[in-house]
């Protein structure tokens, strides 16, 4: 089977829909809170691990010959599911057939240390033309075995239809980094905006590069008022998790069943914590560190503990000077941006908005220690190095097989190199992966900067 098929149905599991309004261009914007829903917690992970919202994918005997039985049940779940990844669930095609399709932990859950960390970005996948999930095997004989079978194509032909027309325009230079919003922009242009049917040729032009992403830990959603690094998603989030629908819904009857549970969802994102630092924490000079912090951080990050208050601001890409690839493209996807603003996804009792706006969003700090590599790109490997900008590294390289974490420093412990051209070596020359920007830890003295990352360590 085609590697772009695969890459797609690794990457679908976890895609939120990427899509933040014009301000001042040297001064940051607020952002005004928007109602979200609220439902049940419990129900929300069940969903997201049992719930059929993507209707089309591999029926489970290819999909066992090309992934075999899980070795480690992270999720705890019986049955048809106790045998699949955590990322994958188990359900029933229109025609009856057990298929196998990506759940959310795709792109939001990181195996660390050998525990699977629920709502951690998963910043090790592959969506490179090599990734390892392509066996020879599989390639070859996928789609020969799905012809033969008619059931199981009947039960597949969604997703391998969508995945012929845009999977080989989905693969990221560097592994670890996620092509969440070029596969948005190209499910959009060729959906229908009110019936949400697919089209096999596109309606609206897409730019060709393929922007990377770093992903964004689920726990800091229940402070933003806008979803994603540039504050694109206005109004009810809900609908912006549902974006993994457009890959093989087939019309707005089932957009409204996905809809119905996203109450339940969103309320379990926002139950999830951060898990805590794991090591013992120098409380002095993690003291220290507070009082620089909210001197001169906490304008734009916020404060925390029990009083602590998160401003939700914009800051224009004149002030924060980092890579600006992801927020140009609001404007060069300004039909995709048209045709959400006037889609189903913007009608009914929960509306939702796309507003571009040029620069990012200063994120939430809750549980930052473990959220490396860091910048909206993934482009530098430690918090260290975001506080001192002489440390970052241009080419870069570290171990996605195992857990190789540094305490210390916050961050992937990484060997630098001396070029790029491997998918495993970040190269911060290439459009969209510059680790430019965020100068402002270079104004810390070196006793300031250590103890400022002592303090982020409580977070």
Same mark, same amino acid.
């Given at each position: 089977?085609?590697?772009?098929?695969?890459?797609?149905?690794?990457?679908?599991?976890?895609?939120?829909?990427?899509?933040?309004?014009?301000?001042?261009?040297?001064?940051?914007?607020?952002?005004?809170?928007?109602?979200?829903?609220?439902?049940?917690?419990?129900?929300?992970?069940?969903?997201?691990?049992?719930?059929?919202?993507?209707?089309?994918?591999?029926?489970?005997?290819?999909?066992?010959?090309?992934?075999?039985?899980?070795?480690?049940?992270?999720?705890?779940?019986?049955?048809?599911?106790?045998?699949?990844?955590?990322?994958?669930?188990?359900?029933?095609?229109?025609?009856?057939?057990?298929?196998?399709?990506?759940?959310?932990?795709?792109?939001?859950?990181?195996?660390?240390?050998? =525990?699977?960390?629920?709502?951690?970005?998963?910043?090790?996948?592959?969506?490179?033309?090599?990734?390892?999930?392509? *066996?020879?095997?599989?390639?070859?004989?996928?789609?020969?075995?799905?012809?033969?079978?008619?059931?199981?194509?009947?039960?597949?032909?969604?997703?391998?239809?969508?995945?012929?027309?845009?999977?080989?325009?989905?693969?990221?230079?560097?592994?670890?980094?996620?092509?969440?919003?070029?596969?948005?922009?190209?499910?959009?242009?060729?959906?229908?905006?009110?019936?949400?049917?697919?089209?096999?040729?596109?309606?609206?032009?897409?730019?060709?590069?393929?922007?990377?992403?770093?992903?964004?830990?689920?726990?800091?959603?229940?402070?933003?008022?806008?979803?994603?690094?540039?504050?694109?998603?206005?109004?009810?989030?809900?609908?912006?998790?549902?974006?993994?629908?457009?890959?093989?819904? *087939?019309?707005?009857?089932?957009?409204?069943?996905?809809?119905?549970?996203?109450?339940?969802?969103?309320?379990?994102?926002?139950?999830?914590?951060?898990?805590?630092?794991?090591?013992?924490?120098?409380?002095?000079?993690?003291?220290?560190?507070?009082?620089?912090?909210?001197?001169?951080?906490?304008?734009?990050?916020?404060?925390?503990?029990? =009083?602590?208050?998160?401003?939700?601001?914009?800051?224009?890409?004149?002030?924060?000077?980092?890579?600006?690839?992801?927020?140009? =493209?609001?404007?060069?996807?300004?039909?995709?941006?048209?045709?959400?603003?006037?889609?189903?996804?913007?009608?009914?009792?929960?509306?939702?908005?796309?507003?571009?706006?040029?620069?990012?969003?200063?994120?939430?700090?809750?549980?930052?220690?473990?959220?490396?590599?860091?910048?909206?790109?993934?482009?530098?490997?430690?918090?260290?190095?975001?506080?001192?900008?002489?440390?970052?590294?241009?080419?870069?390289?570290?171990?996605?097989?195992?857990?190789?974490?540094?305490?210390?420093?916050?961050?992937?412990?990484?060997?630098?190199?001396?070029?790029?051209?491997?998918?495993?070596?970040?190269?911060?020359?290439?459009?969209?992966?510059?680790?430019?920007?965020?100068?402002?830890?270079d104004r810390l003295t070196t006793k300031e900067r250590k103890?400022?990352?002592?303090?982020?360590?409580?977070?």
């Amino acid at each position: 089977m085609k590697k772009s098929l695969i890459v797609l149905f690794v990457l679908i599991g976890g895609m939120g829909l990427v899509m933040a309004r014009f301000g001042p261009e040297n001064e940051p914007v607020p952002i005004p809170p928007s109602p979200q829903r609220s439902g049940n917690a419990k129900n929300g992970l069940n969903y997201i691990i049992e719930g059929d919202y993507v209707k089309s994918g591999l029926p489970l005997s290819l999909y066992r010959l090309a992934f075999g039985k899980a070795k480690t049940n992270y999720l705890g779940r019986d049955s048809i599911n106790a045998n699949v990844r955590y990322d994958f669930n188990v359900v029933k095609a229109a025609n009856g057939e057990d298929i196998v399709v990506p759940n959310c932990f795709q792109c939001h859950a990181q195996i660390f240390n050998d =525990s699977l960390i629920l709502g951690l970005g998963n910043s090790t996948a592959d969506f490179t033309k090599d990734q390892k999930l392509n *066996s020879k095997a599989f390639e070859k004989i996928g789609l020969t075995y799905l012809k033969l079978h008619k059931k199981k194509y009947e039960a597949a032909k969604e997703f391998i239809d969508v995945g012929l027309s845009i999977g080989d325009q989905l693969f990221t230079a560097v592994r670890g980094t996620n092509p969440a919003d070029r596969l948005a922009a190209l499910l959009i242009s060729h959906r229908d905006p009110n019936t949400l049917q697919w089209n096999d040729s596109a309606s609206i032009p897409v730019p060709d590069e393929v922007i990377p992403t770093d992903v964004p830990a689920w726990w800091m959603l229940k402070k933003k008022n806008a979803m994603f690094f540039n504050g694109f998603g206005r109004g009810d989030f809900g609908r912006f998790l549902m974006g993994s629908i457009l890959l093989t819904v *087939s019309d707005t009857l089932h957009a409204n069943r996905v809809d119905g549970h996203m109450n339940d969802v969103l309320s379990y994102i926002y139950s999830i914590e951060p898990p805590k630092y794991p090591y013992t924490i120098d409380n002095a000079l993690a003291e220290q560190g507070r009082i620089t912090f909210e001197e001169k951080c906490s304008k734009c990050h916020g404060t925390y503990g029990e =009083s602590g208050q998160y401003p939700n601001l914009l800051i224009p890409q004149s002030i924060i000077g980092t890579d600006s690839m992801l927020n140009r =493209s609001n404007y060069q996807y300004s039909d995709m941006i048209n045709w959400f603003n006037n889609s189903w996804f913007n009608k009914g009792d929960h509306p939702a908005r796309l507003v571009p706006f040029n620069g990012y969003v200063a994120p939430p700090l809750d549980g930052v220690w473990i959220t490396a590599p860091y910048f909206h790109n993934g482009s530098v490997p430690t918090i260290e190095a975001v506080l001192n900008s002489y440390e970052r590294p241009e080419y870069w390289t570290r171990n996605f097989d195992k857990t190789e974490y540094d305490y210390d420093k916050l961050g992937w412990k990484y060997k630098q190199v001396d070029h790029g051209g491997d998918k495993n070596i970040y190269d911060t020359h290439l459009p969209g992966y510059n680790n430019t920007g965020h100068y402002f830890g270079d104004r810390l003295t070196t006793k300031e900067r250590k103890a400022v990352i002592e303090y982020l360590k409580t977070l």
